[in-house]
């Protein structure tokens, strides 16, 4: 007769435990698909400065390049470029603090994820955007 709660208690420890796996699963799966669209836009405008070497059109390159699941254009997106390899090639950095709305995953994870994408194109077009 003791044992009569023992199948709900189990059910309840199993099913937060379960509960914290999924929430984790679903922040990893927003996360890996931020950072693609940060990638893809790193990329873009990395292209755009091998022909273009005007860090203003890099940067409105890259922001616009889409707009799901961040809006770039409003979300604070950090855009830096830079010339490596003696002028050679153009690197592209984004950079997005990811907040984290899941409950119970700030405490484990902390409140923000810094996502970050670099990419570096050789420049091919030295006279390009006249």
Do not use: W
């Not at 693609?36 to 390159?61: F, K, P």
């Not at 979300?75 to 002028?87: I, R, S, W």
């Not at 907040?99 to 484990?108: C, N």
């Amino acid at each position: 007769m003791k044992e009569k709660g023992q199948s709900l208690v189990e059910l309840a420890i199993s099913f937060v435990i379960l509960m914290l796996l999924l929430a984790g699963a679903v922040e990893f799966g927003i996360v890996f698909f931020q950072y693609v669209q940060l990638r893809d836009a790193a990329q873009e405008g990395a292209l755009y400065g091998s022909y273009c070497q005007n860090n203003a059109q890099i940067t409105e390159r890259a922001i616009n390049a889409s707009y799901q699941p961040i809006d770039m254009t409003t979300a604070g997106v950090d855009v830096f470029t830079e010339y490596v390899e003696n002028g050679d090639a153009v690197k592209v950095t984004l950079l997005y603090d990811h907040t984290v709305f899941m409950p119970f995953m700030s405490a484990i994870i902390g409140d923000h994820i810094t996502l970050r994408a670099d990419v570096t194109d050789t420049i091919l077009d030295r006279n390009g955007c006249l």
